[in-house]
């Protein structure tokens, strides 16, 4: 068996996807997501003019060997274009692998560890009584963990917070740019905690994401501050670049640690699970490399008791969602996965066999990813380009967004 064809899709149903279609001399097929939010067209250009050609002619079949050359082969390593790339082709070769054998992906992967994948998604608010509504309507859907953002009064905007309707960070045209107030911040986001915990109790699990704002003590500050809330976790405290700011951060408070959304490499969280500097491990399939280099992470991370907590935007195409929850379901050390739901569009373009129950998803079991997209319908919604926001402190100081 040989690959004939390797074909990148982009496409905007709602919000850019880039989507490689990969198809055998006997007619199988199988996808795989490249989005990179912001950098689509860098990733499918990677894509069409580097990976595409040199896999015409190679057995489908030879996953690993299809990923170490790709990876080593190319001389230039890791970084997000070229570990989304590598990541598409590895899930549109898992995917021709589930449909070759008539299984779905996570049997191929050593069957389930668990009878669903608990997910979490995104309560929002201008303020903390709107956040509280939306954590209430997620709690009536049935989400067992929920993840709350507020506004922070006397700052115009805030990571997290939607603008109406389902939360897109990505804006069309230039990038936006919002402002920020760490102080503000410290001091008011422990209220909405409060607020949640007073309203709701401790059954539903609590998230937040501080999105990298704060530096090592300010963010120590705010897990010391948070303790009784009992969050089940804090999500990107501080820019992960120096893994060793984590022990200061580790130092102070108990409050669980999870990082690596923007991770492409077990090299970016190699000390941050050794060290057991962190809790959970949010790396993606898409940006990190695909099923095949994840789960090399999963089980670095288990050796360490660190769990997996895959980022799980609408900014990663229901390809990237289908992977993730046939890797979720069958990896020994999962902790929880992000579900943010898409776009009406999206979701007619691309047909998926997973299902939503009281909390928890299945990837079903349908043979290979469980993900189909429809070319003739995603060819009616050309790229539009989008950028994530940029944000300033208030004094005009750029600042990590």
Request: proline share 5%; glycine share 8%; net charge negative.
């Amino acid at each position: 068996m040989k690959i004939v064809s390797a074909d990148v899709i982009v496409c905007c149903p709602g919000r850019n996807f880039v989507t490689l279609k990969i198809t055998t001399d006997e007619g199988v097929t199988g996808l795989g997501d490249a989005t990179l939010n912001g950098r689509e067209l860098s990733v499918a250009s990677y894509l069409k003019d580097h990976v595409c050609p040199l896999l015409i002619g190679r057995d489908p079949q030879k996953i690993e060997d299809t990923w170490q050359y790709l990876y080593r082969g190319a001389y230039w390593r890791r970084g997000p274009v070229t570990m989304s790339a590598i990541a598409a082709v590895d899930m549109a070769l898992w995917d021709i692998k589930g449909k070759l054998a008539d299984m779905p992906v996570y049997q191929l992967l050593g069957g389930a560890s668990r009878a669903g994948v608990m997910v979490y998604s995104h309560a929002t608010g201008r303020d903390i009584p709107e956040t509280l509504d939306a954590f209430a309507k997620y709690q009536e859907q049935g989400f067992k963990a929920i993840r709350a953002q507020c506004g922070i009064p006397g700052m115009k905007s805030v990571y997290g917070v939607s603008k109406g309707g389902a939360y897109e960070p990505a804006t069309k045209g230039w990038p936006e740019e919002q402002s920020w107030s760490t102080e503000k911040y410290l001091d008011y986001v422990p209220k909405l905690f409060e607020a949640v915990r007073a309203k709701f109790g401790f059954d539903t699990h609590l998230l937040h994401d501080v999105h990298h704002r704060l530096t090592p003590i300010e963010a120590a500050r705010l897990g010391k501050s948070i303790e009784d809330y009992r969050l089940f976790w804090m999500e990107d405290p501080t820019p992960a670049e120096n893994q060793e700011a984590f022990r200061l951060i580790r130092q102070h408070t108990v409050t669980p640690i999870a990082v690596g959304e923007i991770m492409n490499t077990i090299w970016d969280c190699k000390d941050l699970i050794e060290e057991q500097l962190i809790d959970y491990i949010r790396m993606t399939v898409t940006h990190a490399g695909g099923i095949t280099h994840l789960r090399r992470i999963a089980d670095l991370a288990a050796l360490y008791q660190v769990r997996t907590g895959s980022h799980g935007p609408s900014d990663l195409s229901p390809v990237c969602m289908g992977a993730a929850l046939h890797f979720d379901l069958s990896v020994p050390n999962f902790g929880m996965q992000e579900y943010m739901g898409y776009h009406e569009q999206t979701m007619e373009v691309f047909q998926c066999a997973w299902s939503f129950d009281d909390g928890f998803m299945h990837p079903g079991e349908k043979p290979g990813l469980g993900v189909e997209i429809d070319e003739a319908l995603a060819a009616k919604y050309p790229y539009e380009p989008a950028y994530l926001p940029v944000a300033r402190l208030e004094d005009g100081t750029l600042w990590n967004w």
